[in-house]
């Protein structure tokens, strides 16, 4: 079923274990503005732990894909069980962007709106999956790039965020 998928996931997932790794070297360089103020840990609620849920999220979906021994109701159940927990995660991050002051339309759209819909596609594509029909793959594709390209352009912000909070030495 998923064989001719085989490059396509591989390569989402590598991108994911790479860009998640990146992410904790460069948040471990700027340890100095992550503090335990109340005002800081919020955001960091709302804005990084976002970025490595949803890379560890396409990095999974990556990895269950490559199961040699996948079936569609497999895959599909795997999928909606992950859709489903993912979609109301994104709703809660969603719901915090919307309530912090320092978010932007772009913040509220690439940390909100664009990961529920992703999920949302997943959704659809279980189901699709379930019923056997190919088109599920290609939705859950198109979901997943989605997703990545989204994510990336989060994690640029929460660096570019980072990169101004950080003292000069």
Sequence with gaps: MLSGWHEFYGLLGTAAAALVALLFVAVSIATDVLTTEPESQRN???YMTPVVFHYANILFLSLIAMIP???????????????IGSFGYSLLVMVRVHRNSISDFSDRLGYGAVPMLC?????VSSWLLLKERPAGLDVLAGAALALLVTNIRN???LMISLARRVKPR
């Design 44 to 46: 960091t609620a709302t």
């Design 69 to 83: 021994t996948q079936t569609w109701e497999s895959f599909g159940v795997v999928i909606a069980a992950a859709s």
């Design 119 to 123: 999920y949302a596609a997943g959704l």
């Design 155 to 157: 994690a640029w912000d």
